[in-house]
């Protein structure tokens, strides 16, 4: 499992778009910071009250979403480069495969998740105390395991849906659907009660205060819905799902030469109907047998008229 997980890591260091994803949610979280804090919002809550804070604190929705994707591509992305197949030679028991990818997007959400509200606490302190808010009202623990749970059970999400559809771009899309639209826009005011108990209910129950936390479920509850939406047993979930569709025959290795192994070429048809012989080891078809052995004197074939084995 060591091995694995040290070559997930190396797949993601050699990866442009993880660094790319990094670096743009680092820039974007410290730029909605200040611009929560600083833009005021007609009729919103007071400059340095729990809900302002809580709002000009909520990177947390960010960096869910890019670990949701980067979840996605460490396991799609790998069927769209056509690179799983040696993955699965390598290691052909598809579950500590998967396990080990999750472990993988598991510490990596906790580190970003860990990473970004860091910095963006450091820079809410720096705005508010310009302003002569010394103190901020909020549970800074709270929200900071909460932004750390969030943001690799998400990845953990991703994950699932990156090894059940295979597809980067129609599970990227079709996750950001379902929360922000979905979840965010529709259950959340038509069915409170409904979604509450969803992953984007859980994840902003778990990263909020104030008001905002009203009529949620409670930190604790909220983390353990989350950890059963996205949790290990997910992992055995797939691997079934996958083995169910494709048969028991296509697993581990022989899936792996299955996919690898080269079509069969079609006997093409003469003129007269009959079949052209079949391609040798190589892809050529093989040389016609000659009708007598080669003449030593001269180094040329005989005709086979003339061939006495052919006589007799």
């Not at 969030?150 to 597809?167: E, H, M, P, Q």
């Not at 959340?188 to 992953?199: D, F, G, M, N």
């Amino acid at each position: 499992m060591r091995t694995l997980v040290s070559l997930e890591l190396y797949k993601l260091r050699t990866t442009p778009a993880a660094w790319v994803s990094l670096g743009i949610t680092l820039v974007l979280g410290m730029a909605s910071v200040a611009a929560n804090a600083l833009v005021p919002s007609p009729g919103g809550p007071a400059f340095g009250s729990t809900d302002h804070v809580n709002h000009t604190l909520s990177v947390s929705a960010l960096t869910s979403m890019v670990m949701l994707a980067i979840g996605v591509l460490v396991v799609a992305g790998e069927y769209r480069h056509r690179t799983i197949m040696q993955t699965f030679l390598g290691e052909p028991r598809r579950a500590r495969v998967l396990a080990a990818k999750a472990v993988t997007v598991l510490g990596l959400g906790a580190l970003l998740g860990a990473g970004t509200f860091g910095i963006a606490y450091a820079e809410a302190v720096i705005i508010y105390g310009a302003r002569g808010v010394h103190s901020l009202p909020i549970d800074v623990a709270q929200l900071w395991i909460g932004a750390t749970v969030a943001s690799a059970l998400y990845g953990l999400v991703g994950v699932a849906l990156g090894a059940l559809t295979r597809n980067t771009v129609a599970a990227i899309v079709g996750a950001i659907t379902w929360v922000m639209i979905i979840e965010v826009g529709i259950l959340a005011s038509a069915l409170p009660e409904v979604a509450q108990w969803l992953p984007a209910g859980a994840a902003i129950a778990l990263t909020s205060v104030g008001t905002a936390a009203h009529g949620m479920l409670s930190p604790t509850t909220a983390a353990l819905v989350l950890t059963g939406w996205a949790g290990p047993h997910r992992t055995r979930d797939v691997v079934a799902c996958r083995v169910a569709v494709l048969g028991p025959s296509l697993t581990g290795r022989r899936a792996a030469a299955a996919a690898t192994r080269p079509p069969r070429r079609r006997l093409r048809t003469l003129a007269g109907g009959r079949p052209s012989p079949r391609p040798g080891r190589w892809g050529r078809a093989p040389a016609p047998r000659r009708s007598c052995p080669p003449d030593r004197s001269t180094r040329r074939t005989r005709a086979k008229g003339s061939c006495p084995a052919a006589a007799r």
